[in-house]
């Protein structure tokens, strides 16, 4: 099993940036594919960016391309997401999640374990 702990959500002005992290703990974290979701309020989750465990490749949404990055440590257990440029339509609860069988997906069914969430607010 896996758990997520995300943090470093808050409230930043256009423009801005922030970083995310997502501890977690088990000892199937190095081995697992990591995703970052939002959910802004009335809208359905979506796919942010996701990074394969098995090497350094990543994935990213349209509308954040070029502007946020995801990164992983493994020895840390930790995944990152770097937001620069923020807008205000970034505005949302950003959730990490986790896929142990390598799916390759960037659908929220295909991942096992989600943490808690962290509000990331974005004002004009």
């Known amino acids: 099993q896996v758990q997520l702990v995300e943090s470093g959500g808050g409230l930043v002005q256009a423009g801005g940036s922030l970083r995310l992290s997502c501890a977690a703990s088990?000892?199937?974290?190095?081995?697992?594919?990591m995703g970052w979701f939002r959910q802004a309020p009335g809208k359905e989750r979506e796919f942010v960016a996701a990074?394969?465990?098995?090497?350094?490749?990543?994935y990213y949404a349209d509308s954040v391309k070029g502007r946020f990055t995801i990164s992983r440590d493994n020895a840390k257990n930790t995944v990152y997401l770097q937001m620069n440029s923020l807008k205000p339509e970034d505005t949302a609860v950003y959730y990490c999640?986790?896929?142990?069988?390598?799916?390759?997906?960037?659908?929220?069914?295909?991942?096992?374990?989600w943490g808690q969430g962290t509000q990331v607010t974005v004002s004009s």
């Open positions: 990074i394969w465990w098995s090497g350094p490749r990543t």
């Open positions: 999640a986790a896929d142990q069988y390598y799916r390759g997906s960037f659908e929220v069914p295909s991942y096992d374990y």
């Open positions: 088990g000892r199937t974290f190095s081995r697992s594919d």
